[in-house]
């Protein structure tokens, strides 16, 4: 129970070890509504417009949205559609089952995404979809029962990735990182060939991948990497997405690369950080790590802000061809009419407090979670609201101090959904876990490390926790051994 809520709070490394430099904070993913850019509240415009000349289209700095590459860009020529290739660099193996569901979780991830951007000016798709049109492995062995129809790719290469991610320290297990990886088939790849228009893709557009998800085994489960090519993350936390003990904010973190959207890991107004006066709202960005666990208003702000400001590029999207396929599916009176009469019966209320747990008993629906202040609620233990497990109160217990914002049933006090659930405060302490998140790693090394030297805007979530000397003051003798504790446990 203590480790699913410690991958409710874990730090994010996205590509690179990046310590937390603010606390998780409050906050729910607001709803953004706006048919239009004059829509957008002068206060995200400020920041938006900030993003957008220093950290997206500085020339001197990043450059993250001027090849046509994007997922933007790729949505609009797909009609809708991301075609994925799957490079399985492990030798994990991965069930029929398991890569089946793999395309309806990367088709929740990216919807998500989209969500943020249906309804909103000119942008013409109300849903998109995800096809997994190939896997490229390291050993055939890999893919139990392959079927007929699945296409597999098994040629290999020298590993591209193995020397970087030690070097940055994003290995979880150097020893097991492959030597080799598997090759990808460039010629069907659209990244590679995006601005030669008269590439054929082996014949016909429909036959190319957009991008590819690659597993490796031996990343740390909680980070990865992205552009527009893809995203990298560890085989395990692939695997875990599947059985749903991973976290998805590092996979909608990655496609937000994707997007063109940057890390946010340097200060308030850093070349490399966040908009002056930090991102309206107080939830900051799920592209910065750490501080956000799901899409925040910002995000949805800013997709729609640069979605304005690409569509206004001349010659960048032909909208005239795009004509998304409607959705088919549609429900039963029978459902529409139980959903009606839930929906009536149902007094619903929305409550956001931050407060301790004081109880929490579970039965074979979930459970009852306990606050000091605000009283008693029932919770559902296994939809884990939205298939996110960092939002599932069967994982916490007494004492821990939580910042939560749900909608309940008044009749009932019977949570419906979590909109946001944040650790203020760990129970579970462990020596060492200064940015209190459940683990003792080198991040809480670096917090302390730029704390002791006064950087600007560090915060030690738990300061007692590398008290080594236990003289109640911290200082570079504590540093010292908090090292020296960490080399030890390895």
Known sequence: MKLKKMLATVLAAIVCTAPMMYPNTSGTSVTAEASSYSDIPSEYVTACEWVWNNRIYDDENEDWMKDYATIYDQLIAGNGTIQYLI??????????EQRQKLETVLNEALNKWNDCLEGYENWPFSDVTVKIVGWSVLDVNSLQDIQPDEV??????????????????????????????????????????????SWTYNGSYDNRYDMFLE??????????????YGQYLSSNAILGLLDGT??????????????????YYGGIGDSDGIPPGDFPGGEGSVMEAGRAFQITA??????????????AQEGRFDLSSVSPTEPTTEPT?????????????AKLKTAEFTDTITAVLLNDNGGTVSFSEN????????????NDDSKNLSFYENGDIVSIRFTYDTNSNQIVNIESLFVQTNAYKIKGDVNADGAFNVADIILLQKWLLAVPDTHLADWKMADFCKDDKLNVFDLCLMKRELLNSK
Not at 176 to 185: A, G, K, Q, Y
Request: avoid cysteine; glycine fraction near 8%.
């Open 298 to 311: 910002f995000d949805t702000w800013f997709a729609r802000y640069a979605w304005s400001k690409l569509s």
């Open 87 to 96: 490079r399985w660099d492990s030798y994990q193996t991965i069930t029929l």
């Open 246 to 263: 991973t976290s998805q904010h590092v996979l909608l973190h990655e496609m937000g690369h994707g997007f063109g959207f940057p890390d």
């Open 333 to 345: 009176t029978e459902s529409v009419t139980e959903t009606t009469e839930e929906l009536t019966d």
């Open 152 to 197: 597999v790719y098994t040629e290999t290469m020298n590993s591209t990735m193995r020397d970087y991610i030690i070097e940055s320290n994003m290995a979880a297990d150097a020893s097991v990182i492959p030597t080799l990886e598997p090759s990808e088939p460039t010629d069907l790849s659209r990244y590679v060939h995006w601005s030669d228009k």
């Open 215 to 228: 597993g490796i085994n031996g990343l740390i489960d909680m980070g990865g990497f992205g552009w527009h």
């Open 375 to 386: 009283g008693t609620y029932n919770f559902n233990g296994t939809e884990y609201y939205g």
